[in-house]
């Protein structure tokens, strides 16, 4: 008699989570999702709860023998969700609302990277937008990022090439009412030069297993042009970071970084991922989130071989020093993400997208949904777009330039009103690995002249 599954539920409606529940799926859980999407429709059972719904998840995860909860977004961790389902005697993976501040203030992880002498851009601090604008006039005219102290679903950041871009910044920070709670308080720092990675590590708060590098692509459009999003997509590993740089990556930001949140009595357990610019003094920490990053999630996700559900566990009774390491497929993959016309904008909903089965027929490539929903009333295979970035369209390959192929060959398959998404997703990995080939060739020895 075979054992009985694992129940396992998963918190959030995106393609985060829809990621998450896939891998789990597959790993041999029972999932259910919550409140999920229509993608994750297809594998899990969806509860109709908010994700921050702190008291129905926890009603929920009660009544239906839930084994273990994974929360995919930052909102509910840093409301508190783990410290009410620990109250609860409940088993859940993800930081306590005060460790979940290492992403919802950008003022105390700057604290907390202090503490740790973890290396970051310099920075000031202001507790209103006047006195940031009156800083801003006063200084030298040069390049600058402004960030909301608060969560902003990844809008909050404004990369200025000038006084004048930095100014609208703070205006925009003043007038647009989704910055209302997050502009409470402003950093601006310098800017820093150089490729930007991401590192992820899931850690106990004792030991940690750090992930492979991706890169996010966070502007817009092309070339890194138009305003910030949530991620336009993603690629894993990026060839920028080989071994040794992760582990000085490890050595000189992650470990100092638990080690610092330890000792201000904060201690961190979850996905612990390292925003990273990679500059001519090392690499230096843009930002820290508390769970796993989207899009990046979705290209993670797609490269592991071994068992997610076996990791979450493990952190959830801190005892990963006792879990194999994760293994991982040879190869790349790309995430593509698929949004509606106007994001980062506001977006039409309840249009009909077509196409996602012959996508899914794309070999290596799975489509995880970002914001969808069925029809109501429901129609067999109607769904319909439900927000900005809608789909996250991953591919595997046996190499970057396959995995890139093969995630646009499906994105080329599924159409709603109005869809658009970046091109050249991975580019800047592929250009890397060109130009090092290159170098290779023209390092190589010529061929020995024949003797007469």
């Given at each position: ?173 003043g007038s647009d009412p989704q910055f209302s709670k ?209 789909l996250a369209v991953t591919a595997r390959g046996d ?54």
């Amino acid at each position: 008699m075979s054992a009985p599954s694992r129940r396992v539920l998963v918190v959030g409606g995106g393609g985060r989570e829809h990621a998450i529940a896939w891998k789990l799926s597959r790993d041999g859980a029972e999932v259910l999702v919550a409140p999920g999407n229509a993608g994750t429709a297809a594998i899990a059972e969806n509860l109709p709860i908010a994700a921050d719904d702190i008291p129905g998840l926890l009603k929920a995860a009660q009544s239906r023998g839930v084994d273990l909860t994974v929360v995919g977004p930052e909102a509910p961790l840093v409301a508190g969700v783990v410290d009410a389902f620990r109250a609860a005697g409940l088993r859940i993976f993800g930081p306590t609302a005060a460790a979940a501040q290492i992403e919802g203030s950008k003022l105390f992880c700057k604290h907390i990277l202090h503490r740790g002498d973890v290396p970051t851009a310099m920075f000031q601090e202001f507790r209103s937008l006047t006195r940031a604008r009156e800083y801003l006039e006063a200084r030298e005219d040069m390049p600058v990022v402004v960030k909301a102290d608060g969560l902003a679903s990844g809008k909050g950041v404004f990369v200025c090439g000038d006084r004048a871009a930095a100014l609208e910044a703070i205006a925009s920070l003043g007038s647009d009412p989704q910055f209302s709670k997050a502009a409470s308080g402003v950093l601006i720092e310098e800017r820093l030069d150089g490729r930007e990675v991401s590192v992820m590590a899931i850690t106990d708060g004792r030991t940690l297993v750090t992930l492979p590098p991706l890169q996010d692509h966070k502007a817009a459009y092309d070339g890194d042009q138009g305003p910030n999003t949530g991620g336009m997509g993603a690629y894993c590993p990026t060839p920028f970071v080989d071994a040794a740089l992760l582990g000085e990556i490890e050595a000189r930001i992650l470990v100092p970084t638990l080690h610092a949140m330890r000792r201000a009595k904060v201690p961190f357990q979850g996905v612990l991922y390292a925003g990273l610019m990679l500059t001519q003094q090392g690499p230096k920490v843009l930002e820290f989130n508390a769970r796993f990053g989207d899009p990046e999630c979705e290209a993670l996700l797609a490269m592991l071989d071994s068992s997610l559900l076996e990791l979450l566990d493990a952190v959830a009774d801190r005892r990963l020093e006792a879990v194999a390491p994760p293994a991982w497929s040879d190869g790349a993959s790309v995430t593509v993400v698929m949004a509606s016309e106007g994001y980062p904008g506001a977006v039409e909903k309840g249009l009909p997208i077509r196409g996602l089965e012959a996508a899914a027929q794309t070999e290596g490539a799975v489509v995880f949904h970002s914001a969808t929903r069925f029809a109501d009333p429901p129609k067999p295979g109607a769904v319909l777009s439900d927000g900005g970035r809608t789909l996250a369209v991953t591919a595997r390959g046996d190499s970057l330039a396959q995995a890139k192929l093969r995630a646009y060959s499906a994105v080329r398959a599924i159409r709603w009103p109005g869809a658009w998404c970046r091109k050249d997703i991975a580019d800047k990995g592929l250009n890397f690995e060109r130009q090092a080939a290159s170098l290779i060739v023209e390092a190589a020895p010529s061929p020995a002249e024949p003797q007469p």
